[in-house]
């Protein structure tokens, strides 16, 4: 659909996305619940990347004029979704095409909209062969009130609350000295046997209770993060030098219901505000050393509106950050 007259002096995200794996920024779509439906989950995630393209596309401003970033110069790739497959196989497929984009020698930053959290097994496999291959040391984050390292369902298959298990199960990740660490976990989410598992495997916890502790320190830049997740976040990410490069997988009913009700399962009993959220996307952009972001969960069968709007800034905010990167 053209755009009126009377909008062109306010160009969208659109006028700078062209389809392909071409871009500053790539955005993939893995539309599939059926990990959600085997954990018992509310289904729906698969309608997740096509509903939130409808946002992303209509979202804008191209010019921050708040923030002072244009993106007229900076260019976002559409790839489309994996499709028409068993769940098995387009975890498959998510994996390869995780590492093809990743490994372009553009050196696209790969974002991946689920969809269910069983994602992130296969965008970690991706993660960890573009690592390997080029001699970083991955680093994982999984922001989430879970922590997802369930063992598999009783058939011994995948679903949306095991991916990390199979992570730190897989003698890769350690061999390449991959670092894992629990963003944001609610003590109401998380049995007391997974935790155990994850420090077990040398994992690391971030409590929202800890965060909530955090003091806000103040900023002088109006680019500078204003939120307790934002600034943990930062601090954390500045842990990691050059020989690192990192995944963060936001489990998005990670954020308070009250902000994001169109998941899975949603947080009733605190969570990341919408701020908060936005600040992750933005915070992750901004780090030279995050290459791969995935959003899961989004669920526009329990409500579209408000959360697709809430997510699609998220990955406008990322945008923004990765264009801070090309001015420095």
């Excluded at 879970?146 to 063992?151: G, Q």
């Excluded at 908060?276 to 069968?301: C, H, Q, W």
């Excluded at 406008?316 to 090309?326: A, E, P, S």
């Amino acid at each position: 659909m053209s755009t009126p007259l009377f909008k062109r002096d306010d160009p969208k995200l659109g006028t700078i996305i062209t389809k392909g794996n071409a871009g500053n920024v790539c955005f993939l779509g893995f539309p599939y619940d059926e990990g959600v439906a085997r954990n018992g989950g509310r289904v729906g995630t698969e309608r997740g990347p096509d509903v939130l393209r409808r946002f992303i596309y209509n979202l804008g401003p191209v010019v921050n004029p708040e923030l002072e970033i244009s993106l007229q110069e900076f260019s976002i790739g559409d790839s489309g979704n994996i499709q028409g497959l068993t769940l098995e196989e387009a975890h498959q497929e998510l994996q390869q095409q995780v590492e093809t984009i990743l490994q372009d020698p553009s050196q696209p930053n790969l974002f991946v909209i689920g969809g269910g959290k069983d994602q992130g097994w296969p965008d970690s496999k991706g993660f960890l062969t573009y690592c390997h291959a080029n001699s970083f040391i991955p680093v994982i984050i999984n922001i989430d009130s879970h922590l997802d390292v369930r063992n598999l369902d009783d058939e011994g298959r995948i679903h949306s609350g095991c991916a990390f298990r199979i992570l730190l199960d897989d003698p890769a990740f350690a061999e390449l000295g991959g670092k894992f660490i629990e963003f944001g976990s609610q003590g109401s989410q998380c049995a007391q046997s997974h935790v155990d598992y994850v420090n077990s495997k040398g994992g690391r916890i971030i409590w929202l209770s800890s965060i909530r502790r955090k003091v806000i320190a103040p900023q002088s830049s109006i680019r500078g993060s204003l939120t307790q997740a934002g600034q943990v976040l930062e601090e954390l990410l500045g842990e990691f030098d050059e020989k690192h490069r990192v995944f963060i997988s936001f489990e998005v009913d990670a954020i308070n219901s009250a902000f994001c009700p169109g998941v899975s399962c949603p947080s009733v009993d605190g969570g990341f505000t919408a701020e908060e959220a936005i600040e992750v996307g933005f915070v992750s952009g901004k780090n030279r050393k995050v290459t791969l972001m995935d959003m899961s969960e989004y669920n526009p069968a329990i409500e579209d509106y408000r959360t697709g709007r809430l997510l699609a800034n998220i990955f406008y905010y990322f945008c923004l950050g990765v264009k801070i990167r090309t001015e420095n």
